[in-house]
């Protein structure tokens, strides 16, 4: 079966600087990979998805994930973090099975 | 606006009450979800529809009664909650039902409170 493994329940970073949220996977099959964000008081919002193809993903508000099948990872980043990225991002993988498999979740501290 | 509208955002129940959270998606899907998000727990799935059949039950307790009258449509009728139960409650749909690597679009979610 699969699994999701986000390292770090909150995250801190200082405006401007780099964002990088981990997640690993394990999965029998070649995954599908999403990451979410949920804004406080919203629903969850596709920040991008991997399903084939290029390994490097762009996704919305100048985040970026890479497939790495060898780590089997599929980490967030954003080379310049904004007051408006604080929120809760998860990520969640899917397979042949159908089922998508989110992780716990970190949270985003952005540092003035 | 997400195309997934949920309704109501806020709701307090006795454990005694009948209450329902209604979903409506305008995105055309065939699938619906509900789903319960929990503080430091994962999101869990409750119930998914696809093509207004329920497809998967995961072991929700019987106080909660999922009804999908069309695909366009799905509530979540609640009685005789526990305190436990209180939670955000996300709708949530996807296109062409059910298949790996579709996009899930969620609603904003109904904070539900049991007191």
């Known amino acids: 079966a699969q699994s999701v493994t986000q390292l770090g329940s909150h995250v801190s970073v200082s405006e401007g600087a780099l964002v990088l949220l981990r997640c690993n996977y394990s999965s029998s099959v070649p995954p599908y990979l999403f990451w979410y964000v949920q804004y406080p008081n919203q629903g969850l919002q596709l920040l991008l998805k991997y399903t084939t193809g290029a390994t490097l993903v762009k996704g919305i508000n100048g985040f970026e994930a890479e497939f790495k099948k060898s780590e089997t990872s599929f980490h967030l980043t954003k080379p310049s973090a904004h007051m408006s990225d604080a929120a809760e991002y998860f990520c969640a993988v899917s397979d042949q099975d159908d089922k998508i498999i989110f992780g716990k979740g970190t949270r985003l501290h952005i540092l003035p | 606006e997400t195309g997934v509208t949920q309704t109501p955002r806020h709701l307090v129940m006795g454990m005694t009450n009948k209450k329902s959270l209604k979903c409506e998606q305008h995105l055309g899907h065939n699938a619906m979800y509900w789903y319960k998000q929990s503080a430091k727990k994962p999101l869990e799935l409750m119930f998914v529809?696809?093509?207004?059949?329920?497809?998967e039950n995961n072991s929700v307790p019987s106080r909660f009664s999922p009804e999908c009258p069309n695909s366009s449509h799905l509530f979540l009728h609640l009685h005789t909650l526990q305190p436990e139960d209180s939670a955000l409650y996300l709708c949530?749909?996807?296109?062409?039902?059910?298949?790996?690597?579709?996009?899930?679009?969620f609603g904003e979610g109904s904070w539900l409170t049991v007191v």
């Open positions: 529809y696809n093509f207004k059949e329920q497809t």
């Open positions: 949530a749909s996807s296109q062409d039902g059910i298949r790996a690597g579709n996009t899930i679009y």
